[in-house]
Each structure stands twice: as C-alpha cells, then as structure tokens.
C-alpha cells in the first residue's frame, strides 16, 4: 500500500472515531440529563462547550501545520480527546461533564485541521473529490456507531458505559498515525505556489480574498447549524414524541445515518467526478440543488405525529443533505494554494462551528424549554424547536451559487 493510501485509511479511521465520539452524546442525552437533572438548555450548551473550544483551538493547530510534523499533531490531538471521552465516564456533576467535552474540543481540533490538507497534499486535484468521499464517509459510519453503540450500550449498561466505549479506539489509532511521514506541502498541486513563504497574516488575507472559500464557507455555516439541531436532537424526539426506547432512538437513527450517508456522500462524490469534466461548477451546483431539495422533507418530519412517516421522511431529508458532503469540502480545499491550505482549512473550520453547530443545539433546546413553559407538550415543544433549522438548509444551498468557477474572482 502506498504511503497516501496508508494515510487516507488511518486519517478516515480517525474521521469515524471522532463522530462516534461526537454523536454517542446526542444518543444518550435523555438518560444523562434525567439523572443530572439538566434542562435542554443545558443539555444542549454540551455542544457549545465542546465546539467553542474546538474552534478556538483550530487556528492554533493550523498555524503549527504549516510549520511542524503534522502526523504527530494529529496524534497527540486523537490521545488528548480519546483520555477526555473516557473521563466523563467518572463525572458526577455538570461543570465537570463540560470540562471533559472541552478537552475533547481541543483535541479534535488538532484532527480537524490538518487532516483534510494533509490528503490533499498526497493526492493530486483530479483525485481529490473521490479521495475525500472516502474520507467523509467516515461522518455518517461514524455517527452511526456513535447512535447505535451509545444507545445499545446505554440501555443495558448505562449512559457512563457508553463513554468507555467511545473513548478506547482512539488511543489505538493515536499511536499508529505518530510514527507516519508528513507528505510534502503542495507537491500534488497542478501549479508551483509563489507564496510558499507568506507570514501568517497575508496567509489570512490571501484565504478571505478567496471568493470561491468564502462562499463554500458560509455555505458549510448554514449546513453546519442545520446538521448541529439535528443531529443533537434527533433521537431525544423519537424518545419524547414517539416514545421510542433510548437503546432503539440510537439504533434507528444510527442507521438512517450510516445508510444516508454511505448513499448520498458516494453519489455527490461519483456525480462530481464524473460531471465536472465537462462543466467545472457541477459539484457546487449540485449540493446546492439537492440541500435546498431536504428542506421540505425535514419540515414534514418535525411536523408529522406518525412514527413510520418520520422515518421515511428523515431518510430522505438525510440522504440529500449527505450528497453535498464531497463536493464542498473538496473544492474549499482545492481553491487554495498549498501555502495556505491548512491555515485556510482551520479558519473554515473556526468559522463552520463558531456560527453553525456550536450555537444551533442549545438554541433549539432553549426554544423547547420555552415552548415547554407555555404549556407545549415535551415532544412538540423539541419538533418546533428544532424547526429552526429549516430556513439555515434553505440558505446553504442558495450560498453555493456564489462557489461557481464561472465568474471571475473578486476582489
């Protein structure tokens, strides 16, 4: 096996831990807030915690990728997080669980940003939408085991079980990805980089002088605050609307997610790879056709009482949401050249969550403990918080239109 294949399957193995990480979370919300008595609210300022500190500590490693060895970062950040996991097994308060969230954020963030320039740089531009399907399949594969083993786990052994479960293979992993070799910045690009030795600061205005990254940027936002509400509280509303078991919440929701997921970041990846030979904007303009399209499907699953029509309806809605995974993140890594990638990755990334799903699952469960305070049934009170999602889907896709390589760049 090559060294960039070698690298693809340790950093998309990683990708998968970190989801099973992130969602074993939203599986086990119900049984964790019963017995810490946490408001949705503060169930939901989980996420804010563990992403504010995400994002802030993204720059930091982006700014150390661009000098140092990256696998090795990567793998402290992979211990880091997978050593927090397991702790919050132990917790018995509030201010403890959310110090252990944060030190996952931190160690996340190392991952997050130096994994997709790391592959971009071991694989040439003409790969790099097939590269990252691979990759970005571990999302739904990931959260699906998150769902899945946290709910199963969860049921039978508790809600504490579920950390230990979610923490263990990240320290396997961590070990591995220390002792691989650093591709070299830029050598799969088509064209030699001018600016290799640009300080940080015009690394910074070169990436926002980007008209194509900023538009996939405030593209991903929206996705990021839709997919945050979600995600978070998709099972919690099985559980409260449908009285459905906190085992079968996580089952059934990891499988609409790992099912979606393969389907739809497969086929935005194939259908960008094989299209845009011919015209360069198809993958912007088909991820922002196909979100704009899960938008009437996630309203009618928040609004329907019938348990079978949610599924279906979430099935669909998920599937077309998944497709726009590839494309974009393909293209916000390739518009860029390779003295700025990973500085430009780690702001997308400090900028996807500190406005997208650091904020959008607590205001959702705000709006529910509103809701619920006015007299709204538990579950309809979560359904109509979780609308809030809605209009952010509608305005990822409309976003997209401005990634279009047709135009000439401004500014």
């Known amino acids: ?4 294949r070698r690298l693809l399957l340790l ?55 661009d000098r140092f060895h990256r696998p ?35 160690g996340e963030a190392a991952y997050a940003s130096l994994g997709p320039a790391m592959l971009a740089d071991g694989f040439p531009e003409a790969d790099r939408a097939r590269t990252f399907t691979w990759f970005y399949l571990a999302i739904p594969v990931g959260s699906a085991f998150g769902y899945g083993l946290g709910g199963l786990v969860a049921g039978v052994w508790g809600w504490r079980a579920s950390f230990l479960v979610a923490g263990l293979p990240g320290l396997l992993l961590a070990v591995w990805m220390a002792f691989q070799s650093d591709p070299q910045r830029g050598l799969m690009d088509a064209a030699p980089d001018a600016d290799a030795a640009l300080p940080y600061l015009k690394r910074l205005r070169h990436v926002f002088l980007n008209r194509i ?36 919440a996580g089952v059934v929701f990891g499988a609409l997610a790992v099912v979606t997921g393969i389907l739809g970041t497969f086929l935005g990846g194939y259908l960008t790879d094989r299209w845009q030979r011919r015209w360069p904007d198809a993958g912007v303009i088909l991820s922002g056709l196909t979100l704009v399209a899960a938008a009437p499907p996630v309203a009618w699953a928040l609004a329907t009482g019938r348990l079978q029509a949610a599924y279906a309806l979430f099935f669909v809605a998920m599937f077309l949401l998944f ?3 590839s494309p974009v993140n393909a293209l916000t890594v390739s518009c860029l050249p390779a003295s700025v990638r990973a500085t430009g990755v780690a702001v997308n990334v400090l900028l996807i969550h500190l406005l997208g799903d650091a904020i959008s699952p607590e205001l959702v469960g705000q709006r529910a403990d509103t809701l619920h305070a006015l007299g709204a049934a538990s579950g309809d009170a979560l359904a109509r918080g979780m609308g809030l999602v809605i209009p952010a889907i509608l305005l990822s896709g409309v976003a997209l239109w401005w990634a279009r390589r047709g135009r000439p760049a401004e500014g």
């Open 1 to 4: 096996m090559s060294p960039a």
């Open 11 to 65: 950093l998309t193995g990683i990708n998968l831990v970190n989801y099973l990480d992130r969602y074993v979370v939203a599986a086990i919300l119900e049984p964790l807030g019963r017995e810490l008595r946490l408001s949705d609210a503060q169930l939901g300022r989980l996420t804010f915690v563990f992403i504010a500190v995400y994002m802030c500590a993204a720059p930091v490693f982006g700014y150390l990728a």
């Open 72 to 106: 090795r970062l990567v793998a402290g950040g992979v211990a880091l997080w997978s050593l927090a996991t397991l702790g919050a097994a132990f917790v018995h308060s509030y201010p403890a669980l959310l110090v252990t969230r944060s030190l996952v954020g931190v």
């Open 213 to 248: 990254w900023l538009a996939c940027t405030a593209s991903y936002v929206a996705y990021t605050f839709a997919m945050g509400g979600l995600s978070t509280w998709g099972p919690t509303l099985l559980q409260r609307r449908f009285a459905v078991s906190t085992a079968r």
């Open 323 to 325: 497709v726009n995974t």
